[in-house]
């Protein structure tokens, strides 16, 4: 998900929804990852746009750890195959970063875990469900609030 | 393995949160949208 786009935060503000992030990842990677990502990602964004709605983001989210993956599996998301996750459409993509000079890191999990996005509805109810064709296929947020919006 | 139907109830489970405590997805506040990451970098 895109979350820095300002209609997505004032959305999601107005409608009082709760952004959860779940990872399957050691709980302490997981939480040295989330301090690299306010740093890096976070912090430059609040300076330069001195605006209040990045914190309201951050409010409203919440990081939880699934590192059995009980609740990846509740919500259907399995693996991806090694073409998949390595086929010519990503290759294109990281070579495209490379040129770019963006760093592209080794990590230790599992790369064939499918990632997934979805909407819950204030009476719990699923109002969106998208898991990827592969991990650059990930639905606009807009898409997600709009269901909300629906019901 | 199926992605849940749209209109189904959502799948609630107890997780850690980032303090160690133990707290049930649906202990947060509705709605919700839920991102499941891939690995990290």
Known sequence: ?151 | MALPKIGANAPDFQLSAPDGSLIRLSDYQQPQLICFMRHLA
Not at chain 1, 23 to 45: D, G, T, V
Not at chain 1, 62 to 67: E, G, H, I, K, S
Request: net charge positive.
């Open chain 1, 1 to 151: 998900m895109q979350l820095h786009q300002p209609n997505f935060i004032e959305q999601l503000v107005t409608l009082k929804a709760r952004l959860l992030v779940i990872s399957f990842a050691p709980p302490e990677h997981f939480r040295k990852w989330r301090e690299y990502w306010k740093q890096i990602h976070l912090a430059p964004e609040i300076a330069e746009k001195r605006t209040p709605e990045v914190n309201q983001l951050l409010q409203q989210t919440v990081f939880l750890n699934d590192p059995l993956l009980k609740v990846y599996r509740a919500y259907g998301l399995g693996k991806y195959s090694m073409l998949t996750v390595y086929g010519p459409s990503v290759l294109a993509k990281y070579t495209l970063y490379a040129a770019q000079g963006k760093k592209i890191l080794k990590t230790r999990e599992d790369v064939l875990q499918k990632g997934g996005d979805f909407a819950v509805s204030a009476e719990g109810k699923i109002t969106f469900a998208y898991s990827g064709r592969n991990q650059l296929d990930r639905p606009h947020p807009q898409i997600l609030l709009d269901s909300l919006l629906r019901t």
